[in-house]
């Protein structure tokens, strides 16, 4: 309840300036906290994710991906090699051929979209709510 | 009794948080469209049609939004060309409204706008349309322009996979189109489209011929981006029939057109903040008219007419920004070459020996736009626009100048838009170079215009009055003979537009606009006084997406008033895969234009709808 109370609350005070990116980082801070069961999530960022920069406040950006909760990435090529075993979350459809990325938050077919692997959340010992059952698939 | 109540709560907000990714999404999804992103309020009076609009309305050809434009309808000349400012029997009269598709304007170097060609062009690679009405900033058009049509692609990063289209419809029209579309590991970003489609109407029976307007389309488009680089290319083929032909007089046996069109463009933008931006474009068109008749016409004395045309254009365009605390200046650069080979005319197999007044035109144009920030809410913008037209032989060069200046004034739910300006428009080389039926003496149109537009937004309400009145010198004017004259007086226009959008319930949207525009001239072909209603309704129901527009149009010089009811309803099977009808002029009462086919010995009409009445069924899946 208290999340859905931070979320109603962070979607009402929604400016009209870059109303896109502060909605894009709202939506990242509920998979991130989700994934990573904390309030203030230590997150590191292999490539630029510029809606969680620039709305950062919710987030702990750590420069360090070993001193971090999750790592977000858009190219698995920018993760250091003694960081490959942290959650990782992608920003973009392929990000998900990688077998250790957790999920993805990104745009296809004109929409956004959220897409969970089960047997990945399972590796890591993920267990979503209810809430994401609809966004979680069955590795083919 | 409190574990219930402990369930019911959970329960309750388990729901309420679900439903709040899902709203999250849905509202991410409407903020981020594309729209926000290019349109430019303080460019000019702007209508919108959001990519939610385009798909809701199935929108399937660009005329099914022109059709709608404030104070523009869509129409066709003789040929079967659009023509939206058509005046039958000139043979064309839309010089002045330009079509870009994203940065790159399409058009034809004879006509100096790519409306013929692209005005009912498929619209299934488009995420919006922006039109920019009166005389916009001159960062969107390097030749002056009274309607600016932009036309934006779906993009890689919104649009990754695929997707493929079928439409039907009566007399056996068709449309056949697919895109793919991703951003690589690379940063490669690229878009391909391609598109098929027949377009079969009604044929008409007269004097003993049959008159066709049927069309078959192929289009493709591509794009190339990475680092601020972008390569596109956009070409288009298309095979119709002409319609009546370009001659008032005689009714053809058989006309055709053919067209084949190629253009590629590259744009860069440099520095750190992207302030400097260079364009260069290239453009080449070829078309090949037939038109034959079962006897000699009359005046002109031939059975057969071949006539090849083809233009090359060479665009380049840099401009550079500089921001200031309270103001921004824009200095921009502009050079094209235009090279038109129209004088290929065969008559009953013999060659013309008659050569058209020029056949090179080059321009070059130096902006300077200025937008001063009087206080938060007052916004001044200065813009002035030298050119030059340069041509070869023996044709006059002309050096118009462009004027713009502007007010906004922001208040937190009203604004008010005050545009002044004074625009020269060359006549362009089907008027003035054409063999026959040109006037290399021709002065360029001057026109003066004030627009006033006020603004009233609230989160559900959008309304907007725009007022504007237009003097215009040198009026360009087929006589007679059908040789473009200038207009000894002036003409002018004064026109008004009432309009309301009302948002409720979570997507619906209501849509009403009044409108009428007065034109005034010196020639009794021209004086008329439009008057036009638009109703419009968009709803999302459960899976289903329903349209719903009617537009009254009344008081147009040759043409017989009329409404046009369409309605549409589209079915989500599922997220990739869409069901969708819709019946245009569904009652068959639209517009119908009259079009001149003899003048000897007396002057006779035929009568033909503008937009036909039309029923499609269309499937898409994305993939």
Not at chain 2, 519 to 547: C, E, P, Q, V, W
Request: hydrophobic fraction near 35%; include cysteine.
């Amino acid at each position: 309840m208290k999340i859905f109370l931070i979320l109603l609350f962070l979607t009402t005070i929604i400016q009209a300036k870059d109303k896109d990116l502060r909605l894009e980082s709202t939506i990242y801070y509920a998979l991130i906290k989700e994934l990573t069961h904390s309030q203030r999530p230590k997150i590191y960022l292999a490539d630029n994710v510029l809606s969680i920069q620039k709305f950062s406040s919710r987030f702990n950006l750590v420069k360090n991906c070993e001193n971090a909760n999750i790592i977000i990435v858009t190219h698995i090529k920018n993760i250091d090699s003694e960081c490959k075993d942290k959650i990782l979350f992608g920003t973009k459809y392929q990000t998900l051929d990688n077998k250790s990325v957790v999920g993805a938050f990104f745009w296809q077919k004109g929409r956004p979209n959220i897409l969970f692997y089960q047997t990945r959340l399972t590796k890591y010992g993920i267990q979503l709510s209810k809430h994401f059952t609809k966004y979680i698939d069955n590795e083919k | 009794m409190h574990r219930f109540l402990l369930l019911f709560v959970y329960l309750l907000s388990s729901l309420l948080y679900s439903q709040d990714i899902d709203n999250l999404l849905r509202l991410y999804k409407s903020e981020s469209e594309l729209s926000k992103k290019t349109k430019d309020e303080n460019a000019g009076s702007l209508v919108i049609f959001t990519r939610d609009d385009l798909e809701r309305m199935q929108v399937e050809s660009l005329k099914d939004v022109l059709k709608s434009t404030r104070y523009f309808r869509y129409f066709e000349n003789r040929l079967g060309d659009p023509d939206l400012l058509n005046a039958d029997p000139t043979a064309y009269s839309s010089k002045s409204i330009k079509i870009y598709l994203n940065n790159t304007e399409l058009f034809l170097p004879v006509l100096g706008t790519g409306i013929a060609l692209f005005g009912n062009m498929d619209m299934d690679f488009i995420d919006h349309v922006e039109i920019y009405e009166g005389f916009p900033s001159f960062e969107y058009a390097i030749e002056p322009a009274l309607l600016i049509i932009k036309l934006y692609t779906k993009t890689p990063q919104k649009d990754a996979g695929s997707r493929v289209k079928f439409l039907v419809a009566n007399h056996n029209s068709n449309k056949e189109n697919v895109y793919t579309s991703d951003v690589t590991d690379n940063d490669i970003a690229y878009f391909i489209y391609a598109n098929h489609s027949d377009n079969i109407q009604d044929s008409y029976k007269l004097s003993d011929e049959t008159l066709k307007r049927n069309s078959h389309t192929n289009h493709f488009y591509a794009s190339l981006e990475k680092n601020d680089y972008k390569l596109e290319l956009n070409m288009l083929q298309k095979r119709q029939n002409s319609f009546l032909g370009e001659l008032p007089s005689s009714v053809p046996k058989e006309s055709t057109h053919e067209y084949s069109y190629i253009n590629a463009s590259l744009s860069h933008k440099f520095l750190a903040d992207k302030s400097l931006s260079f364009q260069l474009s290239y453009l080449t068109n070829y078309g090949k008219a037939t038109v034959e008749y079962t006897t000699p016409t009359p005046f002109t004395h031939y059975s057969k007419k071949e006539q090849d045309g083809l233009g090359n254009v060479l665009t380049f365009i840099t401009k550079k920004e500089f921001t200031f605390d309270s103001n921004s200046l824009i200095l921009g650069l502009q050079y094209r070459h235009k090279y038109f080979n129209f004088d290929n005319v065969k008559y009953d197999n013999i060659k013309d020996t008659t050569q058209q007044a020029y056949n090179t035109e080059d321009i070059y144009s130096l902006f300077l736009e200025e937008s001063l920030f009087l206080t938060q809410n007052d916004l001044i913008g200065i813009a002035i626009m030298s050119q030059y037209y340069d041509r070869n032989k023996n044709m006059k060069n002309e050096a118009p100048l462009q004027l713009r200046l502007s007010y906004i004034k922001s208040l937190k739910k009203l604004t008010s838009k005050t545009f002044l300006s004074r625009q020269e428009f060359i006549p362009e080389p089907y008027m003035t170079a054409a063999t026959h039926v040109g006037n290399p003496n021709l002065n360029p149109e001057i026109y003066n215009s004030i627009i006033q537009e006020f603004r009233y937004e609230t989160q559900r309400i959008l309304s907007k009055l725009i007022l504007s009145y237009t003097e215009i010198d040198n009026f360009l004017l087929a006589d007679a003979t059908g040789v473009i004259q200038n207009s000894k007086n002036d003409t002018n226009t004064y026109a008004a537009s009432l309009e309301l959008e009302y948002h409720f319930r979570e997507k619906d949207k209501f849509e009403v606009r009044a409108e009428t525009l007065n034109l005034l001239g010196t020639s009794a072909n021209i004086d008329a006084t439009h008057i036009n209603y638009i109703f419009r309704m968009l709803n999302s129901i459960s899976k289903f997406d329903i349209f719903n527009e009617i537009i009254i149009n009344t008081g147009y010089s040759d043409v017989e008033n009329g409404y046009d009811y369409s309605a549409g309803v589209k079915y989500a099977l599922n997220p990739d895969l869409h069901l969708s009808v819709k019946g245009e002029n569904i009652f068959n009462k639209g517009l119908k234009r009259k079009y001149l086919y003899s003048i000897n010995p007396t002057t006779q009409y035929i009568s033909v709808p503008v937009i036909e009445q039309k029923f499609m069924l269309s499937l898409e899946y994305l993939f």
